[in-house]
């Protein structure tokens, strides 16, 4: 028998640093629809049932980081994010939204996973300073029929599409990794995939918006639409209007919808960057990585955050300023802060900047895994927190249990990022099994490709 925690009234902690509302196997936490839970400095760990009504509104507050974790669903109906002192609230498991997400003040960071707002959620308050992040990967989804819209922007995600055919039932994404522009540059810190069930002749006019803290470091006086609909092959859309002010590129005559990013044209990425990997040792973090080409680099700096928002340079490393072959570099950060994120920015002699993905690791994490985005539309990434250095070995099987693919890769101590091509595949659901650390480490996931 279930045993079943009612909450009447406000859970609040007033914590130093987070606190934790578990809900163990077994039990439930119901929130009637007068009931607001506060989460003052305090993780929601649902291990149990995690039960709102659909008027209950759910408050993550405080002045210290929180997280939404555990290993069963959490469905919020309002989800309001309210952290000062620049703090955010983090995900480690996907969580649906029916209705709406706030922003009061602070952060939501998706941390490789899915923020689902399903069908009739949408956004809320997004600004500079209280937004949603995600450079360590996962997405906003929505799912919406549109029929002939006209500047309709879905859940107020920030892509708005005006088109005179009927697009069916659509799926939008949104995430907030730069993307590589065939080789020759980043983009913004933002992108979106649109994936109607009806793609063709839609002469479609398609706007962006975007913040100032997306920018990537890209000058947004020269910011065009970029579209790719397979293999991260992207296409030069250029813009019909851009405005500074307000922060938007828009570009009509849109043939057709899939992933949709912001860049400027003709910039060649100085440096291309072949791995990036934090492990701890001997409770010191060890910070690697490898280039395989240099034009014109001049610095390298190591750049720590507690949130994946506001960044500190811990270490400056010289360049190679201009290298055809493979270069290695390293750097330890003697005094680690827990479950802190790390990249690297390289800034060439012109004092344009690049930056790797960002990676997050701490002395205490044991093994664990990550997979976004999932659904899947070309490739998959694939992050493993590994305590060993081994051989992965990754095995992918359709909805009937054939092998379809088999990549090996090798991982280090710490935190890998592996992708897995799989746009020639059928779409559907694929089972996939990842095993390193010898076989000794074995982890089975769910993937569906759209």
């Known amino acids: 028998m279930k045993s079943n925690l009612i909450v009447l009234v406000s859970l609040l902690c007033n914590c130093a640093s987070s606190a934790q509302l578990t809900i163990t196997p077994g039990a439930q936490l119901s929130i009637f629809s007068d009931t607001k839970l506060t989460l003052q400095n305090t993780d929601l760990i649902n291990n149990g049932d995690f039960l709102v009504a659909t008027t209950a509104p759910v408050s993550f507050t405080g002045n210290a980081p929180s997280f939404i974790g555990g290993d069963q669903s959490v469905r919020f109906f309002n989800l309001e994010i309210n952290k000062t002192n620049n703090q955010s609230v983090s995900l480690q498991r996907i969580i649906n939204v029916g209705s709406g997400v706030f922003f009061t003040s602070g952060f939501l960071n998706l941390n490789g996973f899915d923020l689902d707002l399903e069908t009739t959620g949408h956004l809320d308050g997004e600004r500079e300073e209280s937004r949603i992040t995600g450079t360590a990967g996962g997405s906003v989804v929505f799912s919406v029929n549109l029929n002939s819209p006209t500047n309709s922007n879905p859940a107020n995600l920030g892509v708005f599409i005006t088109t005179g055919q009927d697009l069916g039932s659509v799926i939008i994404k949104r995430g907030h990794q730069s993307q590589v522009n065939n080789g020759a540059g980043a983009t913004i810190l933002r992108y979106y995939d649109i994936l109607p069930t009806s793609n063709t002749d839609l002469n479609a006019t398609i706007r962006l918006r975007y913040l100032d803290g997306e920018l990537n470091g890209l000058d947004e006086n020269s910011l065009v639409l970029l579209e790719s609909l397979s293999s991260n092959i992207w296409t030069n859309l250029g813009f019909t209007s851009r405005d500074v002010t307000t ?179 059928p779409n559907g659901v694929y089972s996939m099994g990842i095993r390193w650390n010898n076989g000794q480490t074995k982890k089975s996931l769910r993937v569906l490709k759209q």
Not at 291 to 303: D, G, I, K, L, M
Not at 373 to 400: C, G, Q, R, T
Not at 408 to 417: E, P, R, S, Y
């Open 247 to 425: 922060n938007f590129v828009e570009k009509t005559g849109v043939s057709s919808l899939g992933r949709f990013t912001l860049s400027t044209p003709g910039i060649a990425l100085p440096v291309r960057f072949v791995s990036f990997n934090a492990r701890c040792e001997n409770q010191n973090i060890i910070i690697e990585w490898k280039t395989s080409q240099e034009q014109n680099s001049s610095q390298y700096f190591v750049e720590r955050s507690d949130n994946g928002i506001h960044w500190t340079i811990i270490g400056t490393l010289s360049a190679s300023g201009n290298s055809n072959t493979e270069k290695s570099y390293s750097f330890t950060d003697t005094n680690p802060t827990q479950d802190a994120y790390y990249r690297i920015t390289e800034r060439d002699i012109n004092g344009q900047m690049q930056y790797t993905p960002t990676t997050k690791t701490s002395c205490t994490v044991t093994d664990v895994i990550g997979l976004w985005p999932n659904p899947v539309h070309d490739v998959v990434n694939i992050k493993i927190n590994s305590s060993n250095k081994s051989e992965a070995i990754i095995e992918l099987f359709d909805s009937k249990g054939a092998l379809v693919k088999l990549e090996k890769a090798n991982v280090l101590k710490g935190i890998n990022q592996l992708q897995l091509d799989m746009k020639g595949l």
